[in-house]
């Protein structure tokens, strides 16, 4: 046979709890080890690969595995081995895992109704792994050599403290073996526990210190009110602020791989949750104001007034994909004019102007950057072309290597300018123009025309005909060709104020139409293009944010009959996925009485998806 090359884990099974920067995943009965994803983590490295619990005499059948917060996981097991020969089970074990950040705990209990005493052995074996995230995204295996002085595990920077009151604890150099020798009395219960502490002094990243905020109300649907309340429970668990400044929080981009700062990803999940917390939208803003570009270099992608992409500890390197990004990356076209947008809806929800005045010198360097640095090639539009080598090769929120695709399935050439971000570009010039009126600032005025410039240019360079309709192109290639295939980018520019009424509706009809629409949502690609394939990253899978930007645009544009179908839709993905929806999900059309087919290496929780549970919740009122 022939050896099977790394492949990235698949998601769609495990089961995890968190609590950012601290994550840990398993299967259903508790196994941690018996899957690629399997571990726990701290920040960018996974300390632990495996946990095996060995009882005594019998062995472990999980009957219920449920998770009452995201920070919590239930196991039941029944231990049949050291029952009676009747047919109810009398001896059963629980455990209920706990984490926070940089803390991992285990009880564990075993109850007998049965009499007489008994005398059960525990065993629970740990194997160290201190393994690199980016290498366990690549599915490739550390060999990092670790050090054990009977309380502390450290492997370089990272180190785990073990807690185990009771257990005999000892090492033999591949894993850790804790063993208790526990006493349960005639119809009694024992319990025993563990835990962890996980440090890494070089984390970029902390839990913040700002607390949480209430939730919505629930609306009238149960069903929102259910995506709602575990929608804003995994949205305070993906919490995250800089060291330096522990009271400003963001939203993690999502679990596992983006535990940490994402221009885009915040930035649209704090939009799109505005009316949950309108707080960590501020902070979001604030935090990425700090970062902002200040010069020109090609190996970072960054520009004055830039806003970042993404920070991490240290460089990363995905081998499997030929990117290499250093730890303060600037590769994104869109987070920049996004910033300015999210600007604008807090100060109309609930930022006064005095507050505004803060981030003005942040707001004219994006507006600058928007106006003077965008457009990189002269096209006459923001575009983006990664001039490092070794950078993203596509910079809009479909970063894939073959997002951008002709109806005939061929790739574009770069410089790419895509569409949405013209429509970003053109709603930040409009209301940042007001921003800088409310603070008696110049320069609206020449905003104002900037906007009027792009939205006529767009119109006479995006539009294409094929045999599916008319609609603005995902793009224009390095030769200003439009490039021509029908996708979800034209949902993004709903409500912008880039198009008119007549086509904001000619979109939306092509959206709940049958090439894009799932049933669950909305496809990345239209089925009438040759390379839509269902279980495409970003060519014909549903993306539940990008769905939800739709939606979000289509109530801005007062298109309630189009808002609602396509609520209803997102709503029934959620309850498709217990509430907890992914990343993204397959693009297969929906088949009466049965489910959404997942996307087998999805994220979950991811920020975005979960924060269009609020747009959703806003539809449905």
Request: proline share 7%; net charge negative.
């Amino acid at each position: 046979m022939t050896p099977t090359p790394p492949l990235q884990p698949l998601l769609a099974d495990a089961v995890i709890a968190f609590d950012a920067p601290t994550q840990v995943w398993a299967d259903d009965a508790g196994r941690m080890g018996t899957a690629p994803i399997h571990g726990i983590y701290h920040g960018d490295v996974r300390q632990i690969r495996a946990v095996e619990m060995l009882v005594d005499g019998s062995s472990l059948e999980s009957i219920a595995c449920s998770s009452p917060t995201p920070q919590r996981v239930v196991l039941t097991d029944v231990l049949r081995g050291l029952d009676d020969e009747s047919a109810d089970p009398k001896v059963r074990l629980d455990r209920e895992r706990v984490v926070t950040p940089g803390a991992f705990s285990e009880r564990i209990q075993l109850a007998r109704h049965l009499g007489g005493p008994a005398h059960i052995a525990l065993t629970v074996h740990l194997t160290p792994d201190f393994a690199p995230m980016q290498l366990v995204k690549a599915g490739m295996s550390a060999e990092t050599v670790w050090e054990w002085d009977g309380t502390t595990c450290r492997a370089g920077e990272a180190a785990f403290t073990l807690t185990a009151p009771g257990a005999s604890v000892s090492s033999d150099g591949e894993r850790l073996t804790l063993r208790w020798d526990v006493e349960v009395a005639p119809h009694g219960a024992a319990s025993v526990d563990w835990s962890l502490v996980l440090t890494d002094p070089t984390l970029v990243v902390t839990s913040p210190a700002a607390p949480v905020s209430e939730a919505l109300e629930a609306p009238v649907d149960p069903r929102a009110a259910r995506w709602l309340q575990q929608a804003t429970a995994d949205l305070a668990a993906l919490r995250l602020a800089i060291p330096d400044h522990p009271d400003d929080a963001f939203y993690a981009a999502g679990a596992p791989w983006f535990f940490t700062l994402f221009g885009r990803d915040s930035i649209w999940a704090a939009r799109l949750a505005l009316d949950v917390d309108p707080r960590i939208a501020v902070s979001t803003l604030r935090v990425l104001a700090r970062l902002q570009g200040t010069k020109h270099d090609a190996t970072t992608a960054e520009a004055p007034g830039k806003i970042p992409h993404e920070l991490r500890s240290g460089a990363l390197s995905l081998p499997n994909e030929g990117v290499h990004l250093p730890p303060l990356y600037y590769g994104t076209v869109d987070a920049t004019p996004l910033w300015v947008c999210l600007l604008a809806d807090v100060h109309d929800a609930a930022l006064s102007t005095d507050e505004l005045r803060e981030f003005l010198p942040a707001l004219r360097a994006a507006l600058n950057w928007m106006t003077e640095h965008g457009d990189a090639s002269g096209s006459g539009f923001i575009d983006y072309a990664d001039e490092s080598g070794h950078g993203l090769a596509n910079q809009g929120w479909k970063d894939s290597g073959d997002s951008i695709q002709w109806r005939d399935g061929h790739l574009a050439d770069g410089p790419i300018a895509l569409s949405e971000v013209q429509a970003y570009a053109y709603e930040a010039a409009v209301r940042g123009a007001a921003l800088l009126d409310a603070l008696d600032e110049p320069g609206a005025d020449e905003l104002r025309t900037w906007a009027a410039d792009l939205r006529a240019r767009f119109r006479d360079a995006f539009w294409v005909t094929t045999t599916e309709g008319h609609y603005p192109a995902i793009a224009l290639d390095a030769h200003g060709a439009a490039v021509d295939t029908l996708t979800s980018n034209i949902g993004h520019l709903l409500g912008t104020g880039l198009l008119d009424a007549d086509e904001e509706r000619a979109c939306a009809e092509l959206l709940v139409g049958p090439s894009l629409s799932s049933g669950y949502g909305i496809r990345t690609m239209s089925t009438g293009a040759d390379g839509y394939w269902p279980l495409s990253y970003h060519g014909g899978s549903v993306w539940v944010h990008d769905t939800a930007i739709a939606l979000h645009g289509m109530l801005r544009s007062g298109l309630a009959e189009h808002a609602g179908t396509v609520a209803l839709q997102l709503l029934d993905s959620a309850e498709g996925f217990d509430y907890r929806v992914p990343e993204l999900q397959s693009g297969d059309t929906r088949v009466p009485g049965g489910r959404p087919v997942p996307y087998p290496a999805a994220c979950r929780p991811q920020a975005w998806s979960a924060a269009a549970a609020v747009v959703c919740a806003q539809a449905l009122r």
